[in-house]
């Protein structure tokens, strides 16, 4: 008997690019036996009202969301969750009963490391002012840190951020007096191409006694991580963060927890070509 998968997911973005989403939910679905197919769905701007129509029509049970959509979709959308409410993003569709409902599960994606650490620094410095950095910082509050700080090369988007979510703001320049704690890079500094050779944080401001967090996880060690590892700061990579996310989906759509282990190695092999993949 053929295999005919009956569960349609996928994701939505323009342009999509190269995205890990589609090997790691299929790979799951695989895992669990379910008979579930994971598309890439490359949709234009103009289409996000008729795109929504066909997760209503063709009953799509799943979706992650990527730019330019993560605004646009909560208007089609029954319910938005607090998180996704505060980011001011949603990056996943799911169904509860009967509703539709956008959340952003890159809140839960960010803090899934650090709630592994033992002993989190009390205070923490969000370099960037995006949609990541608006992640992080919420995903910070839910830790209950004593100090957050945001910096940004556009001091007014730190400053809009900071009000939105009643934390601090320091000046680009003098961002590194205050990288003793949790230091997130929520900029592409460091990623793979043009920003490659760049740091957020200028070498040895981030040592002994920080956690370096960098949300670009290709290279798998940017010079940001490189540096403060070499200064004496503890390290959590961007990969933990797209995992912790792409866990957070599977569970909202089948309530299962995909296997830690398994899945980090499958995108360690397909990014780094690290293993085999098993
Ligand atoms: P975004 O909305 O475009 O924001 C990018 C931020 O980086 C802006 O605040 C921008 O500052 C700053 N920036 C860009 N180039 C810079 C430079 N040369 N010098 C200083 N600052 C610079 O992007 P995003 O969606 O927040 O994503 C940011 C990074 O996080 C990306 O690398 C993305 O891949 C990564 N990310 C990772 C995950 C994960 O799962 N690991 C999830 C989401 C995002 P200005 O305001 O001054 O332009």
Redesign the pocket.
């Known amino acids: 008997m053929p295999f005919l998968p009956s569960r349609l997911f996928g994701i939505i973005g323009h342009p999509l690019g190269h995205s890990l989403s589609p090997l790691l939910h299929n790979w799951g679905f695989g895992h669990f036996g379910l008979p579930g197919v994971y598309m890439a769905w490359p949709v234009a701007a103009g289409r996000v009202a008729d795109f929504m129509t066909a997760v209503r029509v063709l009953g799509i049970e799943g979706v992650s969301v990527t730019i330019p959509h993560k605004a646009a979709v909560m208007a089609f959308v029954d319910e938005v969750t607090d998180r996704a409410r505060a980011v001011g993003a949603v990056n996943t569709l799911f169904w509860r009963g009967g509703r539709l409902c956008g959340e952003n599960t890159?809140v839960a994606?960010f803090v899934a490391p650090l709630r592994g650490m033992g002993d989190l620094p009390g205070t923490a410095l969000v370099v960037?002012?995006?949609?990541?950095?608006r992640a992080a910082v919420a995903g910070l509050k839910e830790l209950g840190l004593t100090e957050i700080l945001m910096t940004?090369?556009?001091a007014a988007?730190a400053e809009t951020l900071a009000r939105d979510f009643g934390v601090g703001c320091v000046a680009w320049e003098t961002r590194a007096e205050r990288a003793g704690g949790l230091v997130v890079n929520?900029?592409?500094?460091g990623?793979l191409g043009k920003n490659e050779g760049l740091s957020?944080m200028p070498t040895g401001s981030v040592g002994a006694g920080a956690v370096a967090y960098d949300?670009?996880?290709n290279p798998h060690e940017t010079v940001f991580l490189r540096d403060a590892a070499a200064a004496g700061a503890r390290t959590v990579t961007?990969l933990e963060?797209?995992f912790g996310?792409a866990v957070e989906q599977f569970r909202l759509w089948t309530g299962l927890e995909l296997p830690r282990q398994e899945g980090m190695a499958l995108l360690r092999a397909a990014l780094y070509g690290e293993g085999d993949g098993a």
Do not use: H
């Open positions: 890159d994606g960037g002012g995006g949609g990541a950095a940004n090369r556009t988007k929520a900029t592409p500094l990623m957020p949300l670009v996880y961007g963060m797209f996310q």
